[in-house]
Nanobody, 125 residues
Framework: QVQLLESGGGLVQAGGSLRLSCAAS????????MGWFRQAPGKEREFVAR????????YYADSVKGRFTISRDNAKKTIYLQMNSLKPEDTAIYYC??????????????????WGQGTQVTVSS
């Protein structure tokens, strides 16, 4: 079993920054593709970013490209999402997810095996 725990959410003004963290268990964490997703009220869960096991390749949704940065520290079994230039439309619950069987991963939630509980990000205008 892989346990994921997000933290770092909160309330921030538009234009501000937050850094989310996701602490993970797992014997082979360095082999997992890790992703960040978000879900706003009344909307589907959507892909935000993902990163390969080694951390060498990152993928982003167009809506966050240039503003968000995903990274990982395999020694700490943690991934991060640095969010800059936040907009009100970024408001959502942000979820960390692990894909154990992928190399490059996917933008689709159904391909991920484990999920954290989510952390709320609220961006005020």
């Amino acid at each position: 079993q892989v346990q994921l725990l997000e933290s770092g959410g909160g309330l921030v003004q538009a234009g501000g920054s937050l850094r989310l963290s996701c602490a993970a268990s797992g014997r082979t964490f360095g082999s997992y593709v890790m992703g960040w997703f978000r879900q706003a009220p009344g909307k589907e869960r959507e892909f935000v970013a993902r990163i390969t096991g080694s951390g060498t390749t990152q993928y982003y949704a167009d809506s966050v490209k240039g503003r968000f940065t995903i990274s990982r520290d395999n020694a700490k079994k943690t991934i991060y999402l640095q969010m800059n230039s936040l907009k009100p439309e970024d408001t959502a619950i942000y979820y960390c997810a692990a894909d154990l069987g992928a190399i490059s991963g996917s933008r689709y939630p159904s391909n991920y095996d484990y999920w954290g509980q989510g952390t709320q990000v609220t961006v005020s205008s």
